[in-house]
């Protein structure tokens, strides 16, 4: 069993910037894949930024030049820098981890990040 917790959500003003972080821990797990995905009010989940199974990132247009994802591989930590936020960034965020053997997924519990205009 792996568990995420996701962390680093808040309030802040368009314009402004917040880091989320994700961490996931368990016994003897290998990622094959790691991200984060948001869901607004009403709208279907969506990807922000992935690291993919060859580690190569992935971005929504929507983001690309105001997010970056990194990652620590010692920790199994993966962090979402958001710079320049917009209102329609509004969303519960969600870190997805894929595994390699079992090819299981999980989805950390969410993380509210709400921008002021």
């Known amino acids: 069993q792996v568990q995420l917790v996701e962390s680093g959500g808040g309030l802040v003003q368009a314009g402004g910037s917040l880091r989320l972080s994700c961490t996931a821990s368990?016994?003897?797990?290998?990622?094959?894949?790691m991200g984060w995905y948001r869901q607004a009010p009403g709208k279907q989940r969506e990807l922000v930024a992935t690291f993919t199974s060859g580690g190569r990132t992935n971005y929504a247009d929507s983001v690309k030049g105001r997010f970056t994802i990194s990652r620590d591989s010692g920790t199994n930590t993966i962090y979402l820098q958001m710079n320049s936020l917009k209102s329609e960034d509004t969303a519960v965020y969600y870190c997805k981890l894929d595994l390699r053997a079992p090819a299981v997924r999980y989805w950390g519990q969410g993380t509210q990040v709400t921008v002021s205009s």
């Open positions: 368990g016994n003897s797990f290998s990622i094959n894949a």
